[in-house]
């Protein structure tokens, strides 16, 4: 079935990492995203990971992928008090881009 | 190059009322897919068009229906308003064969009382 699930809180200090866990139950996700919606806004689409990648780095973003054990996780390093907002986690599973949501991680950064 | 952009910004209705809410995907684009985003909650997918057609659905009554124009731009209808139905509506745009790429739209908060 579809399912993604995220802890719903996470805090952390400024200048510190942020480490933000999925986990999806459809194995047949080809794609796995993370986005970023500030209050009252959009989503913003951060980066994205093809499942056949184990990792992928983008300026202070890394995702890991382990596919074995469906789980998927951001880091952000060196946290900013602009990074607070609710970042979710997505899959795709067929070729269409139909997008499957977490619930979303609120992420807040204290000094 | 402009984004997505979705019109209104708000909007208030009462219940058993209709809406329409309106959708210009991002330059270059030709797949728009509409998501309801209630409060505290991740977007769930309504439906997605394609070629002016529907192509794909998500659970979701038949109170809500869309429509896709030449140019690409598309509107979602919800008929027979519920109070549940408020909340934040979302649309985003694709180019069709490149799913990893899918740009949202600022939404358009729905409120029904």
């Known amino acids: 079935g579809e399912d993604v699930e995220q802890s719903l809180f996470l805090s952390v200090r400024e200048g510190d990492s942020s480490v933000i866990n999925c986990t999806y139950t459809?194995?047949?996700?080809?794609?796995l995203y993370w986005y970023k919606q500030e209050p009252g806004a959009g989503l913003q689409l951060l980066t994205y990971?093809?499942?056949?990648?184990d990792m992928k780095q983008d300026q202070r973003l890394t995702v890991l992928l382990n596919k074995k054990d469906k789980h998927l996780s951001l880091r952000i390093a060196d946290t900013q008090t602009g990074d607070s907002a609710i970042y979710f986690c997505?899959?795709?599973?067929?070729?269409?881009?139909?997008?499957?949501f977490g619930a979303g991680t609120r992420l807040a950064v204290h000094p | 190059d402009a984004g997505v952009t979705q019109s209104p910004t708000h909007l208030i209705k009462t219940r058993g009322q209709q809406v329409t809410l309106r959708c210009s995907p991002k330059?270059?684009?030709?797949?728009v897919s509409w998501y309801q985003q209630a409060l505290g909650q991740g977007p769930q997918f309504i439906f997605q068009?394609?070629?002016?057609?529907?192509?794909q659905r998500g659970n979701f009554p038949d109170r809500f229906s869309g429509h896709q124009f030449p140019n690409y731009s598309s509107e979602l209808n919800v008929n027979a308003l519920l109070l549940g139905d408020s909340a934040l509506y979302l649309c985003?745009?694709?180019?069709?064969?490149?799913?990893?790429?899918?740009?949202f739209g600022p939404g358009t908060r729905l409120t029904v009382t």
């Open positions: 997505a899959e795709s599973i067929d070729g269409y881009n139909k997008l499957i």
């Open positions: 990971i093809f499942s056949n990648m």
């Open positions: 068009y394609y070629e002016e057609e529907e192509r």
């Open positions: 985003a745009s694709s180019l069709e064969g490149i799913i990893y790429e899918q740009y």
């Open positions: 330059s270059g684009h030709d797949t």
């Open positions: 459809d194995s047949s996700s080809t794609y």
